[in-house]
């Protein structure tokens, strides 16, 4: 099974930027698709945008399309979440989630479809 490890969390200014990173390891990393969700105190896990396993398919929940980014490389086996435009209400502990997928080209935003999570690092969005 594959681990995951978060990265690039921290404090910025409303209007700002940050990169996370996930760092796989323990399984060829090219057969997960890969999913980046988020959760706010009090509030449930919320999708945030998800990548296929060959990086051609991404898709983003409406809170975050046209600001956020995701993306990944298959060498390097780390998929990233770009996000700019950055506002109060994206502070949440954010997490990577990878899920076994035979099919290259596709993604889901179904959080239960995910077997294997991240720990989290914290984003705080400061107004």
């Known amino acids: 099974q594959v681990q995951l490890v978060e990265s690039g969390g921290g404090l910025v200014q409303a209007g700002g930027s940050l990169r996370l990173s996930c760092a796989a390891s323990g399984h060829t990393f090219s057969d997960y698709g890969m999913g980046w969700f988020r959760q706010a105190p009090g509030k449930e896990r919320e999708f945030v945008a998800a990548?296929?396993?060959?990086?051609?398919?991404?898709g983003y929940g409406d809170s975050v399309k046209g600001r956020f980014t995701i993306s990944r490389d298959n060498v390097k086996n780390t998929v990233y979440l770009q996000m700019n435009s950055l506002k109060p209400e994206d502070t949440a502990v954010y997490y990577c989630?990878?899920?076994?997928?035979?099919?290259?080209?596709?993604?889901?935003?179904?959080?239960?479809?995910?077997?294997?999570w991240g720990q989290g690092t914290q984003v705080t969005v400061s107004s």
């Open positions: 989630a990878g899920r076994i997928t035979a099919t290259v080209n596709t993604w889901t935003r179904t959080t239960s479809t995910y077997a294997y």
């Open positions: 990548i296929s396993r060959s990086g051609g398919s991404t």
